[in-house]
Each structure stands twice: as structure tokens, then as C-alpha cells.
């Protein structure tokens, strides 16, 4: 069975770029989440979705960062403009909803380097 | 609102010698728990988790977790580890009225020497 696709899996870029990560949960997932991981601040939640609609973005850092949900089977993280210190390993791990003991499946996750 | 602390940042341990990676929580409400281990360059798998029932869970990989609940704790154990065994180690926990969301501890590293 397919796992959670994140692509692509490495992107460098300079700063100012706009930076579009993408992710493909497990067909029938319901929930989609995103995470950041570094070392300073470990794994961070961003941002998650319940069929397809954002339910808490808290965790978003700023208004650079923006996350859409089009349909179950995409999703995209964007950061405009981006900045060194958005380097980081960004994870995108989907799960089957109904009740709260769904474990969440990863991706290999997207490793970002703003320079 | 939870919280998960892992004590150790990182665990040093010879090859098949026996490991424990602690694990406490807190939280008002009823929580599920879960481990992940997380390779270099890979994501998150999950190694094993706690719903109900019996305290004592069997995982992948050779590992088990203990629940604890009047010490609010989930220590992973493994009796003999390998040099495989080398990862990042994360508990979660979460909560019955919460979705499906994860609160994280901040990690274990596992380093296995031969």
C-alpha cells in the first residue's frame, strides 16, 4: 500500500523564493496534518485538516506561511516570502478519523535549506 | 491542555544489552499513548500504542511499552538491542476528547554501540 507522498524531498532555495511543498495522504484518511521538525524546537504542529478544512493553524508561524486542502487527496504548504530560519524538515502524516486513538502515518518529509 | 516529557535526550547503550526510554505525561482526560521511531532521513513509524486493555503492549521490532497510569508514564523497553536500533525515539499522547491530534515529547536518541 502506498504511504503518505511528500514531494519534493529535498528543495533548496534563496531567499525571498516562494517555497510550495506538497504532500498525498493514504487514500481514506481523513485527517492531514503538517509538522516542522529542527533541532532547536523539535516537531512542531502547523497546521491540520478534517476533511479537508483547516481545523486549528495555530501553529503556523507567520502569515508568510499558508497551508490549502483542495481535495482528500492533496495538499499543499506554502511559504511566501521564505528565510533562512524556515530551514527545516517539514512532515506531512495523514489518519483515519472516527475516534482519537488513529495513529498518524508519516512521510518521508520535505527537507528545506533557505539560504 | 497535555503535555509529554521525555527525561533523556540521549541514551547510550552497548549491543544486546537491555534499554528503557522513559516517558511521562500529564493530562485531565483519558489519553492514548504511542511510540515512533524515526530513522535518519525517514519519517515517523509507529513502533507500538496503547488504546485499552492490558498495560503491558508488544510492538515491531522487538520492543514493549509499560502504561502506568497513577505515575502517568509509558516507558519503552527492549531487552537486547542491535546496532539497528539506532534512531530517534518520540512518545505522543493523545488525548480522548482532542481528534485525532499529537502532542509530542521532545525525543530519545538511541545510540547502540557495538
Known amino acids: 500500500d502506498a504511504g503518505v507522498i511528500q514531494s519534493p524531498r529535498h528543495e533548496v532555495t534563496e531567499m525571498g523564493q516562494e517555497v510550495t511543498l506538497r504532500c498525498k495522504p493514504i487514500s481514506g484518511h481523513d485527517y492531514l496534518f503538517w509538522y516542522r521538525q529542527t533541532m532547536m524546537r523539535g516537531l512542531e504542529l502547523l497546521i491540520y485538516f478534517n476533511n479537508n478544512v483547516p481545523i486549528d493553524d495555530s501553529g503556523m508561524p507567520e502569515d508568510r506561511f499558508s497551508a490549502k486542502m483542495p481535495n482528500a487527496s492533496f495538499s499543499t504548504l506554502k511559504i511566501q516570502p521564505s528565510e533562512p530560519r524556515d530551514s527545516a524538515v517539514y512532515f506531512c502524516a495523514s489518519s483515519l478519523g472516527g475516534t482519537s486513538n488513529q495513529p498518524q502515518h508519516f512521510g518521508d518529509g520535505t527537507r528545506l535549506s533557505i539560504l | 491542555a497535555q503535555s509529554v516529557t521525555q527525561l533523556d535526550s540521549q541514551v547510550p547503550v552497548f549491543e544486546e544489552a537491555p534499554v528503557e526510554l522513559r516517558c511521562n505525561y500529564s493530562s485531565s482526560v483519558s489519553v492514548y499513548l504511542f511510540w515512533y521511531v524515526q530513522y535518519p532521513n525517514q519519517g515517523l513509524q509507529l513502533l507500538l500504542k496503547?488504546?485499552?486493555?492490558?498495560?503491558l503492549v508488544k510492538g515491531i521490532n522487538g520492543f514493549e511499552a509499560e502504561f502506568n497510569k497513577s505515575q502517568t508514564s509509558f516507558h519503552l523497553r527492549k531487552p537486547s538491542v542491535h546496532i539497528s536500533d539506532t534512531a530517534e525515539y518520540f512518545c505522543a499522547v493523545s488525548e480522548s476528547n482532542a481528534g485525532n491530534m499529537l502532542t509530542f515529547g521532545g525525543g530519545t536518541r538511541l545510540m547502540v554501540k557495538p
Open positions: 496503547y488504546l485499552s486493555g492490558s498495560t
